[in-house]
């Protein structure tokens, strides 16, 4: 390969790498009662994204977690889905709805199972 070439290949790499979106990484989970949850993720910004899951509630949303890189996890008693519940968000799947269900126990409830989660792009 030429010298011209190479130098050709060079400045067109470094054209698409800068003309490449960022990358979103800020996600949310609107949680309401009776086990109403709505999410958002991949969004730019986390105001972004909490705004977008409380639109997409299917209910009555009050309560928003928000993540940036990371996941976010929502439990409900499976027995009580208008009772006890807990929510956590963590680096990682596992830890986030290990941490909800422990919550929701926390809080009185006997059969937590997790309703809903999310994973942000990790960048």
Known sequence: MSIKMSLRA???AVAL??????????GAL???VCAAYGFANDYPNVASA???ARANCSGDCQQ?????KGCVAFAVDGHKPCGPLGYANAPRLGTAQNLALQ???KYG???CMIRAFICDSKG
């Not at 790498?17 to 800020?26: E, H, L, R, S, Y």
């Not at 928003?64 to 940036?68: A, H, K, L, M, P």
Request: aromatic share 4%.
């Open 103 to 105: 919550s929701c126990y």
């Open 10 to 12: 060079a400045v067109a």
């Open 50 to 52: 909490e705004a977008a």
């Open 17 to 26: 790498v800068t003309m490449a979106p960022a990358a979103n990484a800020a």
């Open 64 to 68: 928003v977690v928000s993540t940036r």
């Open 109 to 111: 409830g006997k059969d």
């Open 30 to 32: 609107a949680i309401g």
